[in-house]
Structures are given as structure tokens and as C-alpha cells.
């Protein structure tokens, strides 16, 4: 089974990576609300690589791979773009988000929340996101 | 994702069809953002046909609760499904916006 997609960075690709986890999630006994938070997650992720990393450059590309063992789900996401620098990130706070009408800034908190372990690593130009959910 | 809107004298309702993410929610804030819109008192959202939303689209509707409470304008949701009522669950923004369970209950909200 193929269990790795590579896209090219551009808004577009989130549907076709969204289906791929849907497509492979599908083989597990998952309810619609916890099959619909993973996919959010991975698709929280790509979307922050896709703009911000890699700054919707379709030369670029994002890769995504899914394993799982022991019943916890392994995401890994890779691309060469701007890293993304964990010690810089904040919570947000949603009600003065609405104060200030502001449009970004909690797609993370999303992943944060709804996943067990996420992790940010860099290796030269190499920046991989490791996400993890026990289903089992 | 496809976006079709009804007028009912003073309530404008929206309707979602499809999935709300970083690419397709563009043209909800397009909508939300035209001038006509703070005509009316009121704006449903009926999100039947609304399979997914990532935060990009929770964004467009945080970005706009304000300017809409601060005119007198309710928006209300209704029709969501579990899925989907879910997500703004985890942010706790069920707590900031008024999501019904049907059209009869978010006219009769929307009249009080």
C-alpha cells in the first residue's frame, strides 16, 4: 500500500491530501467526529506549509506519509520551506480574536489540541512534522 | 464549495454547500465582507451541506462576529452536523456564536 502523497504547494492540493487521509483512515473503525479531527489536523499542518513555509510556491512541494502500529497513527510531513519555530508560538485567545476581528492564528491550536504528540524537527533544509493519535 | 443566499425581508440566509478550508474560504469572506450584507438584521447560516470547515473558514467567521454584533446584526447557525459543530467545539467558539439545531429555532432566536 502507498501510503505516501507529494503535492505541489498550492491551496488546491489541501482537498486531494484531505481525501488521501481520508482514504487510508477508512481502513480503521473510526467515528466521523475522530476520523474528521485527524484529517483536520494533517490538513491544518499542510495548509501552515503550503502558505506560510513555502508561500504558495507551486515549484515547491510538501510530502505526506501514514503508518500505523500498535493503534497509534503516525503522520509525518516534510518540505524544505521557512521552518516553523515553535518557541515563537502563542495560544490564542479566541474572544480577543473576535475583539480585533482577526483571521489566522488557530490552526495550531486545533492540531494541538485534537492530536496526542506533535513534533517540529529541522536537518539542513529539511523541516519534518510528526504528528501522533492513539486510536486504540 | 458553493455559496447561495435567500432574502427574507430583513434576514439574509447563507447557504453552505461543501468544505470550508485555507483555498475555497476565500469567497465566504468575499461574501461576508460586501457592504449590502450589514443591511440586514439578520444572517443565517444554514450549514446542511457543510461537510468540513478548518480553521481558515472558522477565521472568516471569528474576523466578522464582531463588526456584526457591534451593528446588530445576529448570525446564527443552524443545521450543523456533529462533525462539523465539533471543530468549533475544540476552540470553544460554540460558546461565542449561536449555533441552533434548525430554521424554525434560529427564525424564532433571530426574532427575540
Redesign the interface.
Known amino acids: 500500500m502507498n501510503n505516501t502523497i507529494t503535492v505541489s504547494c498550492t ?2 492540493n ?2 486531494p491530501i ?1 481525501d488521501f487521509v481520508t482514504d487510508y483512515l477508512a481502513g480503521f473503525t473510526l467515528s ?2 475522530l ?3 485527524i ?2 489536523a494533517v ?2 499542518i499542510c ?1 501552515n506549509l ?2 506560510h513555509a513555502n508561500q504558495e510556491d507551486p515549484s515547491k512541494s510538501i510530502s505526506l506519509n501514514v503508518s500505523e502500529k500498535s493503534g497509534m497513527l503516525r503522520f509525518e510531513i516534510t518540505d524544505n520551506g521557512v521552518a516553523f519555530r515553535r518557541s515563537e508560538y502563542k495560544e490564542p485567545n ?2 480577543e ?11 495550531i ?2 492540531v494541538n ?2 492530536m496526542d504528540k506533535v513534533e517540529f524537527e529541522t536537518a539542513g533544509n529539511k523541516n519534518t512534522c510528526l504528528l501522533y493519535k492513539k486510536i486504540k | 464549495m458553493k455559496i447561495t443566499h435567500e432574502i427574507k425581508d430583513t434576514t439574509i440566509i447563507i447557504t453552505l454547500d461543501g ?1 470550508l ?3 475555497s474560504s476565500v469567497i465566504l ?1 468575499e461574501e461576508l465582507s460586501d457592504p449590502e450584507i450589514m443591511t440586514y438584521s439578520k444572517i443565517l447560516v444554514d450549514c446542511e451541506s457543510l461537510n ?1 470547515i ?3 473558514g ?3 467567521f ?6 456584526f454584533e457591534d451593528a446588530q446584526i445576529k448570525l446564527i447557525f443552524y443545521n450543523m452536523q ?3 459543530r ?2 468549533f467545539e ?4 460554540d460558546l ?1 456564536m449561536t449555533i441552533v439545531s434548525d430554521y424554525e429555532e434560529a427564525m424564532t432566536i433571530a426574532d427575540e
Open positions: 491551496k488546491k489541501l482537498k484531505r466521523d467526529i476520523m474528521n479531527q484529517v483536520l490538513d491544518e495548509a503550503i502558505i479566541i474572544e480574536h473576535v475583539r480585533i476581528g482577526k483571521k489566522g492564528g488557530v490552526g491550536a486545533l489540541r485534537i | 468544505e478550508d485555507a483555498s469572506d468540513y478548518s480553521s481558515a472558522l477565521g472568516v471569528i474576523s466578522h462576529l464582531q463588526r456533529d462533525k462539523v465539533n471543530v475544540i476552540l470553544g467558539l461565542l
